[in-house]
């Protein structure tokens, strides 16, 4: 029996989801282009319908993909502001 455990490595294409006042905190910070909207899309998806999302990126290009995803998948888009480290997609579902 080998001593050490294989350690799970993170896929590159992932989202992490919490909760704060009703809203869906979604991280994607860090990816880039194609991973990110991969990862929003799974991520919105177990959404309920009505939910209202920040989508938190390092990537600034990121605004007009979503923006487009957005439209295609009826899904509001509220707007992309700048924080000190990222960007801030707003999106309802």
Known sequence: MWPFKKQEQK????????FADGVAI??????TCPGYLLAINRAVDDLALGTRAQLLI???????D???WSNERN????????????WVIEIQK
């Open 26 to 31: 979604i991280d994607v910070r860090g990816q």
């Open 58 to 64: 390092t990537y600034p290009p990121c605004g007009d």
């Open 11 to 18: 896929s590159p294409i992932y989202a992490s989801t919490t």
């Open 66 to 68: 979503v923006k487009a």
């Open 75 to 86: 899904i509001q888009y509220l707007g992309m502001r700048q924080d000190t480290d990222k």
